[in-house]
């Protein structure tokens, strides 16, 4: 298969680049209000609580966020949501910056990324055909990585230059052209159970979310991979300390 086969869709390019430039923008605006809140606080539990802000949305709508990318139209709950991580980075822009705005903008992102995140990975059927899905899930994971290597070594280099107020600024650039990414966007194939797929009648929300519970909970192979991913992510959340190593170690 041609290695590049998922890229010769227009559609598949507009979502890979709106991917890129929401995962770069991501850790360029963790970065900055680390920096900002050690900054102000020089407290270790003011920046470690940066991770239960974060978390917590997750658990709170995960489940829910699920079904409405199964029950409504992906196309535009992805617009939807990628408007409160344009708000929520022009409001740390040109505002006070103090503790609990950073911490009220960090939930309400999270909460817009947990929504977001389901109708963003099930867009990617709808876009390339079956035989080309394999190498854009491959592309995917390589855009991911990509992404979070240079985001915030982007976000140090702007720091470095023009302060947290410039990383939000063009975090902010980085939010509208995800935005323009998804709205240029267009699903070529249709979902099974929506209008434009097949008749088949959805069942009630919470029904819906329970079997997909007990179908997690049953499954061999997915249960154990993403509890895996569940500890790794929780513990990894000690980078958010970097700040204390930058300024009382590193100096």
């Not at 309400?108 to 390339?128: D, E, H, K, N």
Request: proline share 6%.
């Amino acid at each position: 298969m041609d290695a590049y086969a998922a890229f010769r869709s227009p559609d598949y390019r507009f979502l890979a680049a709106g991917s890129l430039f929401s995962t770069i923008g991501m850790q360029m605006l963790w970065v900055a209000v680390s920096w900002d809140l050690y900054l102000a606080t020089h407290s270790a539990t003011v920046l470690g609580n940066v991770g239960l802000v974060q978390v917590v949305p997750f658990l709170l709508f995960a489940l829910f966020a699920g079904h409405i990318a199964d029950s409504y139209d992906r196309r535009l709950t992805m617009l939807l949501t990628q408007l409160p991580f344009l708000a929520s980075s022009l409001v740390l822009a040109f505002g006070t910056r103090s503790v609990p705005l950073i911490y009220t903008c960090l939930f309400v992102l999270a909460t817009a990324r947990a929504f977001q995140g389901p109708a963003r990975l099930a867009a990617l059927p709808l876009i390339v055909p079956a035989d080309v899905l394999r190498n854009a899930v491959t592309w995917n994971s390589s855009v991911q990585e990509l992404a979070s290597v240079s985001g915030p070594a982007l976000a140090g280099a702007l720091l470095a230059l023009g302060g947290s107020r410039l990383v939000y600024i063009v975090q902010a650039s980085c939010a509208a052209a995800v935005f323009l990414c998804f709205w240029l966007l267009r699903f070529r194939h249709a979902a099974p159970g929506t209008p434009s797929g097949n008749n088949a009648v959805k069942p009630p929300a919470l029904r819906a979310i329970a079997d997909g519970v007990r179908f997690v909970w049953r499954d061999p192979l997915i249960l154990p991979a993403i509890s895996l991913d569940l500890f790794a992510v929780l513990f990894g959340g000690a980078s958010a300390l970097l700040p204390i190593y930058a300024v009382e170690i590193l100096h």
